[in-house]
């Protein structure tokens, strides 16, 4: 089967950079997707990374190595409406579904 | 991309009745998902629907509680049958598609049910 985990909250400034990891187990996937979702709004797609390595995409990155089981979304120039939950997920390579974490929420403060 | 809506946005039920969802997509699609969310709780897949098969159920959902109906590549239906004040969630459907950025998912606005 397939686990994976975030940290529950993360708060920044303005400005800043946040890191939210994901760490998974998974006899097989894919790759590595990241999910914005504003509260009462649908997810709406971020990131993926199939290989190891970053991907950048404007203020967001996200990175992945599959020797270490982890991976990670990079925040930069924090916005206010950058505050939202934020969810990894995996396609599994055996039974084609998608799993998704538990959801970071992250707060940014003025 | 892939435009995906849902009907009803919302509903408020009585226990022990059934509510059918409805969801549309601008494009073809070979398979459509059925995900549940809690407010505040990460999504949880309860069914991969595929156009001329029977949906492929996750552990903890059964096609009795949960049938879907997949008519044609574009539309697909999840009934919630026989619902209790536990069914209470949000509902979404969405899409994989495979695009320059990898394997996207797209999903549909949702659907708020509340079991009274």
């Known amino acids: 089967g397939q686990s994976l985990e975030q940290p529950s909250e993360v708060t920044a400034v303005e400005g800043a950079i946040v890191q939210i990891n994901c760490t998974y187990q998974?006899?097989?996937?894919?790759?590595l997707s990241w999910y914005q979702q504003h509260d009462g709004g649908a997810p709406t797609f971020l990131s993926y990374?199939?290989?190891?390595g970053l991907e950048e995409t404007g203020r967001f990155s996200s990175f992945l190595s599959r020797s270490d089981s982890y991976g990670y979304l990079l925040l930069q120039e924090l916005q206010m409406k950058d505050s939202a939950s934020y969810f990894c997920?995996?396609?599994?390579?055996?039974?084609?579904?998608?799993?998704f974490g538990p959801g970071t929420r992250l707060s940014v403060l003025p | 991309s892939a435009v995906i809506s849902q009907k009803p946005s919302r509903d408020i039920c009585q226990r022990g009745t059934s509510l059918t969802i409805q969801c549309q997509v601008d494009?073809?699609?070979?398979?459509m998902f059925w995900y549940r969310q809690q407010p505040g709780q990460s999504l949880t897949l309860i069914a991969t629907?595929?156009?001329?098969?029977?949906?492929?159920?996750e552990s903890g959902f059964v096609i009795d509680k949960f049938p879907i109906s997949r008519p044609n590549l574009t539309f697909s239906t999840l009934t919630v049958s026989n619902m209790s004040p536990e069914d209470s969630s949000i509902y979404l459907c969405s899409v994989e598609r495979m695009e320059v950025s990898g394997r996207e998912q797209y999903f549909g606005p949702g659907t708020r049910l509340t079991v009274t």
């Open positions: 998974t006899s097989g996937f894919y790759g």
């Open positions: 629907a595929n156009q001329g098969s029977e949906a492929t159920y």
């Open positions: 494009s073809q699609v070979t398979m």
């Open positions: 997920a995996v396609k599994a390579i055996y039974g084609q579904n998608f799993v």
């Open positions: 990374n199939a290989l190891d």
